[in-house]
């Protein structure tokens, strides 16, 4: 996934205009051939412009694009093609860019279908392996399913023993243990031991094959952003043809009703919103903050709510070691030191807990021999001759029966293994998801910008999550969800007219950052999925750049509202010169780039670096 979109490839209508606008200073009364040459260009890029603003109106969408081509036409009548061309420039330029931005629309549900596993192991006999397309997978088929590979069907585990990473799919930290009987769902990964799988749904019913669909449908059913020129022009626009009547009754002149269309033509409203949301990425972009497009720092303007995922965004997203409890007289950094030696080289994800908390007390590695390790339940080795077993309690009583029992602390965490030595029971390690240190400050933040609604969905455990809704003063809060679950909600939330703003990291919420009025990844712990089906992609762990986000979004909008007014309350003040005969439409034309050039400054602000936005 390339977080940075790609340059914006501009039609060949709009490189031609470009330069026919480069040429604007070769009138066409210059030369026969350039005459000849403008109406050429005229009506050639002009009426796929036309065309298109019909098929725009045919869809409800002509408030912008009405008086720009109602002004080609009339240019095209009147033999004015010079004003025309200029019009001609500012439409097609525009209809590139949001071109661009519809482009991306399908490339979340391409990376999902892509990252999909396309090849399953079918167990056609007792030590016969056949490499078969998923498709061809029925209910009862017996998968292997190996080491590092995605679980390609739904189905239960009948032989194997290991450890399964569902953070994709449920969100849990932690992985599962896959023992006979463990249910595994499509999109799982599968870390250390071989699994045997008795399939329960094809690849097209299982639960991966839903999280595209969902994806696809949430992408195709996302409510359109009214964007601010819009909004703008449902009054500008009557206003314009209105002054056009007048102008023709009080003259009649026809020339007088293309000098009001062109100095009306809305370029500050195709303009001024567009460069001030070319400022205002460019402006968070250099706070790592990626948006994709105009309309989603549009709509970071008006966010009123916003809903968080669990692990990955507000936790760290991997276990981490959280207590080292002794059983006796050995200390925390000795136990350390055997758990981490033993567990050097494993597969197992909680051994790189352990080698990393070893690390920063900065515990030596001691030399290990005769390393064993159990898939999924833990591992076993002998450390400077003593025998050192790390895992689960039946791993470690079965391994060394004669250990006895010690009680622990009480204090609940989402995972422990002992450790026993020589027989003897020496401690035990906890594990836990822990919450990311900026993220109390903020979700202050945001409530600071007056965005006082925020709502946790997470797949974890229910009870993981009211504890961390707890801890930062969530008002909402859900656990337990599934993709399909974590959509509904927030199409709930938007239903309750809540315009959402939805900040997730992994694969499960992909279908809820489709949906959401502004979808916002973390690229650097969620897969390519996410940030391909999110608005807005945060480039670093900092979840400051949230609100940052928001903040940016209001106030390029405050600029861009500001461009609009200065710019159409001109080009208010030039149609009434233009009606009453003051202004001819080659003038207007002039006047209109020049008004367009103040709109443009302004608007530029949104991009200053000493505009600093506070978060």
């Avoid at 007289?329 to 758990?339: H, M, Y």
């Avoid at 594990?431 to 240190?437: G, K, L, Q, V």
Wanted: charged residues 15%.
């Amino acid at each position: 996934m390339s977080a940075v979109p790609a340059v914006v490839r501009l039609p060949a209508a709009t490189l031609l205009a470009l330069v026919l606008g480069a040429l604007g200073l070769l009138h066409p009364a210059t030369s026969p051939y350039v005459d000849l040459f403008w109406h050429i260009a005229l009506y050639g890029f002009g009426i796929p412009v036309l065309w298109d603003t019909v098929r725009g109106i045919l869809h409800g969408r002509w408030a912008t694009d009405l008086v720009a081509a109602l002004a080609i036409l009339t240019a095209m009548f009147l033999d004015q093609p010079f004003a025309g061309l200029i019009i001609v420039l500012m439409q097609s330029g525009g209809a590139a860019l949001e071109a661009h931005a519809v482009s991306r629309a399908t490339a979340a549900v391409r990376l999902l279908e892509a990252e999909a596993p396309q090849i399953a192991h079918r167990i056609a006999a007792p030590g016969v392996v056949d490499d078969v397309s998923v498709d061809r997978v029925v209910v009862g088929d017996r998968l292997l399913v190996r080491p590092g590979e995605m679980v390609p069907c739904d189905g239960t585990v009948v032989a194997g023993h290991s450890s399964v990473d569902t953070a994709r799919v449920t969100g849990e930290p932690l992985p599962l243990t896959a023992t006979l009987g463990t249910s595994l769902q499509s999109g799982m990964v599968n870390l250390s031991g071989p699994l045997t799988l008795s399939v329960t749904a094809p690849a097209r019913e299982s639960l991966y094959a839903r999280v595209v669909e969902l994806v696809r449908h949430a992408q195709a059913s996302k409510a359109p952003v009214q964007r601010v020129a819009d909004r703008f022009a449902i009054w500008f626009t009557p206003l314009t043809l209105g002054v056009c009547v007048l102008a023709w009754f009080a003259s009649g002149e026809a020339l007088r009703v293309l000098a009001v269309l062109v100095v009306a033509t809305p370029c500050p409203m195709l303009l001024a919103t567009p460069v001030a949301i070319l400022g205002g990425v460019n402006r968070a972009a250099r706070d790592q903050i990626i948006i994709r497009h105009g309309g989603a720092l549009e709509s970071l303007a008006r966010v009123n709510t916003v809903v968080f995922d669990k692990t990955g965004t507000l936790t760290v997203g991997r276990p981490e070691v959280v207590m080292v409890e002794s059983a006796g007289a050995v200390n925390e950094n000795q136990i350390l030191s055997w758990a981490s030696a033993v567990e050097h080289g494993a597969s197992h994800p909680l051994a790189r807990s352990i080698e990393r908390a070893a690390s920063e007390r900065q515990i030596p590695l001691l030399p290990t021999t005769a390393t064993e390790e159990f898939p999924g339940r833990g591992v076993r080795g002998t450390v400077e001759g003593r025998r050192v077993v790390v895992g689960s309690t039946s791993l470690v009583r079965e391994l060394e029966p004669g250990i006895g029992h010690v009680s622990f602390s009480p204090v609940r965490h989402d995972l422990s293994a002992l450790v026993a030595v020589d027989g003897r029971l020496v401690g035990r390690i906890s594990f836990s998801d822990r919450i990311r240190p900026d993220a109390a400050a903020a979700l202050q933040s945001l409530r600071s910008l007056g965005i006082d609604r925020t709502v946790l969905l997470s797949g974890d455990d229910p009870d993981n999550v009211s504890a961390l809704a707890a801890e930062l003063h969530f008002g909402e809060a859900h656990g337990g969800l599934l993709p399909d679950e974590k959509l509904a909600a927030v199409a709930a939330l938007e239903q309750d007219k809540a315009v959402v703003l939805m900040v997730g990291d992994g694969t499960n919420d992909a279908p809820a950052l489709s949906f959401a009025t502004v979808g916002m990844a973390l690229a650097s712990h969620g897969g390519g999925i996410s940030a391909e089906s999110a608005d807005v992609v945060l480039l670093g762990d900092q979840l400051n750049r949230v609100p940052q986000a928001v903040a940016i979004g209001r106030r390029t909008l405050r600029i861009a509202h500001q461009s609009l007014w200065w710019g159409l309350g001109l080009s208010g003040v030039a149609m009434i010169f233009a009606a009453a005969g003051g202004i001819t439409p080659a003038v207007g034309a002039v006047l209109q780039e020049g008004i367009d050039v103040a709109v443009i400054a302004n608007a530029l602000r949104t991009a200053w670096p000493g505009s600093r936005v506070s978060s």
